[in-house]
Each structure stands twice: as C-alpha cells, then as structure tokens.
C-alpha cells in the first residue's frame, strides 16, 4: 500500500506561479506518477504525467505553462505551475502507477482569482 499526500496549493493571483508536491509513502523508483484535476461540475482530467524515465505529457490547455518533475531520491513528484488562470482553479489530484496498481491522494485545492 503507498499513500500519496498532496501540497503546495491555495489562492493565487491570475498571472501567478504555484508548485504543487505530492510525496509518497514509499519509493515511486521505476514508476509513472500524473496529475489530474477537477474542476466543479466537470470531469477529471490529465493535466501532466511523467513517465519513470522522465518523458513527460501535458495536457494542451497547460502546454507551456506547467512543468511535472520527480525526485526518486525524495520519493516527490511536482508540478510547476506558471501564467495561473481562472480556468486553472480545480482540485488538483496526484496519481500512481505503482505495481501495476493506481494510488491516488486526497488532492489540493488551487484557487486563481483576483
């Protein structure tokens, strides 16, 4: 069992930069993590995942403006997110793929208004 605990989020300012962590309970060597988020009313969605090599995929509406990252050494996985929009504000959920078996965390709100 692996435990993924979210942080890093809050109320930003449009045009701000947050970076979201999510660390794990356990090593996430070898493993694909992700992103997603959801918005009220609306679907979750894939923001950004990474694979265990480093490739990483974004979403379009983030291209550009957010950046996944992992420290293996530190059992994290980030997000960078920059030029924040109003649209951008949802529930922001880490996600693993550890053994064959996805591990979700509780989420962090992000909030951009002004």
């Known amino acids: 069992q692996v435990q993924l605990v979210e942080s890093g989020g809050g109320l930003v300012q449009p045009g701000g930069s947050l970076r979201l962590s999510c660390a794990a309970s356990g090593s996430i060597f070898g493993y694909a993590m992700a992103w997603y988020r959801q918005a009220p009313g609306k679907q979750r969605e894939l923001v950004a995942d990474?694979?265990?090599?480093?490739?990483?995929n974004y979403a379009d509406s983030v291209k550009g403006r957010f950046t996944i990252s992992r420290s293996s050494a530190k059992n994290t996985v980030y997000l960078q997110m920059n030029s924040l929009k109003s649209e951008d504000t949802a529930d922001y959920l880490c996600k693993g793929r550890i053994r064959a078996t996805d591990y979700w965390g509780q989420g962090t709100q992000v909030t951009v208004s002004s």
């Open positions: 990474i694979t265990s090599g480093g490739r990483t």
